[in-house]
């Protein structure tokens, strides 16, 4: 370096290359080491036509210092091909001021001073240009030269090097998704040690790290979680993507199992990709097995009721879900399931158990607000029974009464061929097989082994119950009591007598 002058901070001029910009420019800042004597300078580029320099020359005062702009005249003709590096050429030109009272601080030095060669005249050709900014480090990071965007990074100034958003292709990227792209940890801690934007969008709308949850990308996933990245959003991306490792990398450092992206919570998006690895996670961090979406109103049982998932239906079951939820469209889970064919998914949703359960108690008012909530009147409880089933057998005229008045099928069966009216005669319950009866019950209904409710109750000797039986076989038939309908209830005694299977009592 020359006696007089010193390039702070070095002899190599970063010019910053941002989008949309026609040139680069940058300063160089000298600076007079002598302590009594003004110092006179000229700039000279090898090629003036492709730099400006301002000032190109000038008088520095005693250990004063002035800053020079450089300017690169025409990005949009392309950089050197070895940018950020550049072979072009700069000579630094430094006097001691002769007659600096006559020529004053503020003139330009005249070209003589720097020819005289009474003088000596120090010059430097170490001066070079090294290429910094957005679109050099797009240009980098893309390419994965991993040593060189650090070196412009540290070439940066402090109060830019950080805004790592850069133009490319006309849309606006971020250099820690082109490095998440690549799949390049590497890369990604570089630019989180110069304080990347860890929750700055790309121009996909992804932060960094659901950007690297969509990739799959684990280690960066820590990388981001460690620098204080969010994984509010990033919880529901894992779980759609099925990947259950980054999932729980999400959820320990403190993702909420239940944040919901656009209304719908991440078990729902488990759930529809049929990862139940995910949904094991989640449903192990709290997450609500009966969540409803904000769109449809589904919960992840009306998903896996939808797909046909058996397994996922039963773990839901298991860890809470509510099968008597109904979504916007006013169906349960059972229903979906109906809709879409997915038979062997009815035992396990089936809404008629808890409706059974009021019914065999003959508690109404449960019944009433179990119906208002969307249990299906005819469902069916795990022994096949509907709820009028249960309360025929156990005496319940006035849950057998509501039932009925709410639409129930009276004649219903259950694997046996059993109607309400075979329990209830069974059971010896003469006033609810009269209510069955004067709302239509098929008397001669027989079971799957050919046993009519007249029959069993002969068999059983409950002569007040055959009395109100043979009184709705003479009344189902029109035009009186004929020979022919006297032949039928014989018929229908002779067929029967004899010939009932006790129910178990439930």
Not at 3 to 9: E, I, N, S
Request: charge should be neutral.
């Amino acid at each position: 370096m020359d006696r007089l002058l010193t390039l702070d901070p070095s002899n190599v001029v970063p010019l910053r290359v941002e989008p949309g910009h026609r040139s680069a420019a940058g300063a160089v800042t000298l600076r007079n080491v002598m302590y009594t004597m003004p110092v006179a300078f000229r700039l000279l580029p090898a090629d003036r036509n492709r730099y400006a320099v301002a000032p190109p020359s000038g008088i520095i005062l005693p250990l004063k210092s002035i800053t020079i702009e450089i300017t690169y005249l025409d990005v949009s003709g392309g950089l050197p091909t070895t940018a950020p590096y550049c072979d072009d050429k700069f000579e630094l030109q430094s006097v001691v001021a002769p007659a600096y009272e006559a020529a004053g601080a503020a003139a330009p030095p005249p070209p003589e001073w720097f020819t005289n060669k009474k003088k000596q005249v120090y010059s430097d050709l170490g001066i070079r240009v090294f290429f910094v900014g957005s679109v050099v480090l797009v240009k980098l990071v893309t390419a994965g030269r991993m040593e060189e965007v650090r070196e412009v990074l540290e070439r940066s100034d402090a109060a830019w090097r950080s805004a790592d958003a850069a133009a490319d292709g006309g849309g606006r990227r971020r250099l820690l998704h082109l490095a998440i792209e690549q799949g390049r940890a590497d890369l990604v801690q570089l630019l989180l040690e110069f304080d990347a934007d860890v929750e700055g969008n790309g121009r996909s709308g992804l932060s960094p790290l659901e950007a690297a949850v969509a990739a799959g990308e684990g280690l960066i996933v820590e990388l981001l979680l460690a620098k204080g990245a969010s994984p509010a959003r990033a919880v529901y991306m894992a779980a759609r993507g099925g990947d259950a490792e980054v999932l729980g990398l999400l959820l320990v450092k403190g993702g909420s199992a239940d944040a919901a992206v656009d209304g719908e919570a991440p078990l729902h998006a488990a759930v529809a990709g049929r990862r139940r690895d995910c949904v094991r996670l989640l449903l192990g961090n709290g997450a609500k097995a009966d969540a409803q979406s904000a769109r449809d109103g589904e919960t992840p049982l009306h998903v896996a009721a939808r797909i046909g998932d058996e397994q996922m239906v039963r773990m839901l079951l298991s860890k809470g879900g509510d099968k008597y939820v109904i979504n916007k469209a006013g169906r349960t889970a059972y229903d979906v399931a109906a809709e879409n064919g997915h038979a062997r998914l009815f035992d396990a949703l089936k809404l008629g158990d808890r409706l059974c359960a009021a019914a065999r108690r003959g508690d109404v008012r449960v019944l009433g607000r179990v119906l208002d909530g969307g249990a299906s009147i005819n469902g069916r409880d795990q022994n096949g029974w509907t709820a009028l089933h249960r309360a025929a057998f156990k005496g319940r005229v006035a849950a057998a009464r509501a039932l009925i008045d709410r639409g129930i099928e009276v004649d219903a069966r259950d694997r046996e061929g059993y109607t309400a009216l075979h329990c209830a005669v069974e059971a010896g319950q003469a006033e609810v097989a009269e209510l069955l009866v004067k709302k239509g019950a098929d008397v001669a209904a027989a079971t799957a082994k050919g046993a009519t409710a007249v029959g069993m109750a002969e068999a059983m000797e409950y002569k007040g119950i055959v009395r109100i039986l043979e009184q709705g076989v003479k009344e189902g038939f029109d035009g009186g009591d004929t020979a022919e309908r006297k032949v039928e209830r014989r018929r229908l005694r002779r067929r029967s007598f004899g010939q009932s299977t006790p129910l178990a009592v439930v």
